[in-house]
């Protein structure tokens, strides 16, 4: 019988270290304990955009960077039955299996991948679903994707079924970490207590560095030990529930200070912390340094799941354009404000704009960073200031317009500004929705590699 | 009495769910928690973060690690698909509250942080 799981983060977010999970791969290794590892790859938007890619080319639509994140850890994990969870899936977890299949293929390893879908509500059925749950919906034209939040139970199914690697799409965050400790202990699922234990420490792991020091420097005041390379948590938990953090070998900390601030990010009341697997507490809990980088969160506990399940539903969101350009020295500000009024006049009326005046040291300073290695020298940051202008409206034509009178300003504007800079985007909105459980069917298909 | 800035007392972080934005503030010495319960209020922090109109503030308190949660309604200008803010998450603002001054007794001074070699 297992009597503890290590659950390591390799990523917390799609943007996150190419290299922070082989550190975390070495050492689950070298444990010689059982282990998991995680990858969270999906923020509120990351899907829309997956699911735009998906619209142009059917076997794209995961995560852009699930090669070069998995190629150096695959065959370790896969050979010490580490398994890998990640939600780097997507908007397609099928195309994201394949390229996983392959590059096992490649590394000459046979695995098994789960791959759970279910999550996308995008159909007629699931439409019809979420119609009845909100009047608040745009027209389904400009519906770009929908998904409900799966919790851990096909998780649990996968590696029950063998998965040594779980790639799903829109699963609660913390359901990565409840469902390889679901499946190690056996833990019911209205076990609330334990679900909600195993869900907070899957929120610790699920920002990767956040809890270990990542997100966290304050020169002087809140000083982190190598911040450049900041090894990733990894959660030692107990079949009993209980759990400690620590982290991957390299820089970075965890003491509880780190460990307050992820325990609380995102939270809102301490006490329903809502999952679809659990409504976890952290009401009463308390945070006890047990050792260096090792911390033991007490004192959580969880209750009675939510009925229903979260669906965040993106859509088109107009477009989001931003202009810039930089006043230097004497009455800059002035100038800057100049400039954003005359922006502001001779823009189209019916887009919304916005503008600010950024500065310290900008356009004084060298390519070689001297005058950067002496900012605090240059007196007073407000003469180096830099205008921005936000456009956003429905009418691409319309914001390009207003745009372009950011870019006449070389010309047309106050004296000597310089440094325009301009970019233009389709945007994604996003909302949700709530809808009852019984109309969200998890589905699990497992897919062998061979090499 | 003197007053300080919460920077020097407690440490922060801001996490955002559409328009909606917590901050956690968690004093750095247990003792300080109790200044922190008097002194930051919601109507403190509701007046700290007027210029973004929050339509509520609500303050969730966790003795046991002697911080204080806040939670504050629409203070994003429709969150990070529809702000035209460059932080359209609202990642900065910790450290706007960190910026409020409070009051302090001069026998809670000592657990004051002051810079230790930082920039």
């Known amino acids: ?451 | 009495m003197i007053e300080l800035e919460l920077h020097a007392l407690a440490h922060a972080r801001t996490g955002d769910k559409g328009n909606r934005l917590n901050v956690s503030l968690i004093a750095y010495e247990p003792a300080i928690y109790p200044l922190l319960v008097k002194h930051v209020t919601e109507t403190a922090v509701a007046m700290r973060f007027i210029h973004r109109r929050p339509s509520a503030v609500m303050r969730y308190e966790l003795p046991k690690m002697h911080a204080l949660n806040f939670v504050l309604d629409d203070v994003l200008d429709g969150g990070v698909t529809q702000a035209l803010n460059l932080d359209s998450h609202g990642k900065t603002l910790s450290f706007h509250l960190l910026g409020l001054r409070i009051p302090v007794p001069e026998d809670l001074v000592k657990h004051a942080r002051t810079n230790r070699g930082g920039n």
């Open chain 1, 1 to 451: 019988m297992v009597e503890r799981l290590l659950v390591g983060a390799g990523a917390g977010y799609s943007g996150d270290r190419i290299e922070a999970p082989i550190a975390v791969v070495r050492d689950l290794k070298a444990s010689g304990e059982r282990a998991a590892i995680i990858f969270e790859t999906l923020g509120e938007r990351t899907l829309a955009l997956a699911q735009l890619r998906r619209r142009e080319n059917p076997q794209l639509g995961y995560e852009p960077k699930l090669r070069p994140l998995l190629t150096p850890v695959l065959k370790d994990c896969v050979e010490n039955k580490i398994a890998i969870v990640g939600n780097f899936g997507a908007g397609n977890p099928p195309a994201a299996a394949k390229l996983i299949a392959g590059l096992a293929a490649e590394q000459k390893v046979r695995a098994r991948i789960g791959v759970v879908t279910g999550d996308d509500m995008l159909g007629p059925e699931g439409l019809e679903v979420l119609r009845a749950a909100s009047n608040e919906l745009p027209d389904d034209r400009a519906l770009v994707s929908a998904n409900a939040y799966l919790g851990a139970a096909p998780i649990v199914e996968a590696l029950g079924e063998g998965a040594d690697i779980v790639v799903t799409g829109r699963v609660a965050d913390p359901a990565l970490t409840l469902g390889p400790l679901i499946h190690a202990f056996g833990w019911a699922f209205d076990d609330w207590h334990r679900l909600g234990v195993g869900t907070m420490a899957g929120h610790l792991l699920e920002c990767g560095a956040q809890v270990t020091g990542g997100y966290f420097a304050d020169p002087g005041f809140k000083d982190v030990p190598e911040p450049e390379n900041i090894g990733f948590p990894i959660a030692n938990i107990e079949r009993s529930g209980d759990f400690v953090i620590g982290k991957a070998q390299g820089g970075g900390l965890v003491d509880r200070r780190t460990v307050a601030e992820q325990l609380l990010y995102e939270v809102h009341d301490p006490a329903a912390y809502l999952t679809p697997d659990v409504t976890a507490d952290i009401g009463n809990a308390s945070i006890v340094e047990v050792g260096k980088d090792r911390v033991r969160v007490d004192g959580i506990t969880g209750h009675q799941r939510p009925d229903t399940l979260k669906v965040t539903v993106c859509y088109d969101g107009g477009w989001l354009a931003e202009g810039e350009i930089s006043y230097y020295g004497p009455n800059a500000i002035a100038r800057a404000k100049l400039a954003a009024e005359v922006v502001r006049k001779r823009s189209p009326k019916n887009i919304r704009i916005r503008c600010d005046i950024i500065g310290v040291l900008s356009v004084l300073g060298d390519d070689g960073g001297t005058s950067f290695a002496g900012i605090d020298a240059f007196g007073e940051p407000t003469s180096d200031v830099r205008l921005r202008v936000a456009f956003a409206g429905d009418d691409k034509s319309l914001v390009e317009r207003g745009l372009q009178e950011v870019e006449a300003l070389y010309c047309a504007g106050p004296a000597a500004g310089g440094g325009i800079r301009l970019a233009l985007r389709p945007r994604i909105a996003a909302t949700s929705c709530f809808i009852p459980r019984s109309a969200v069917t998890p589905r699990v298909e497992i897919v062998e590699a061979r090499p």
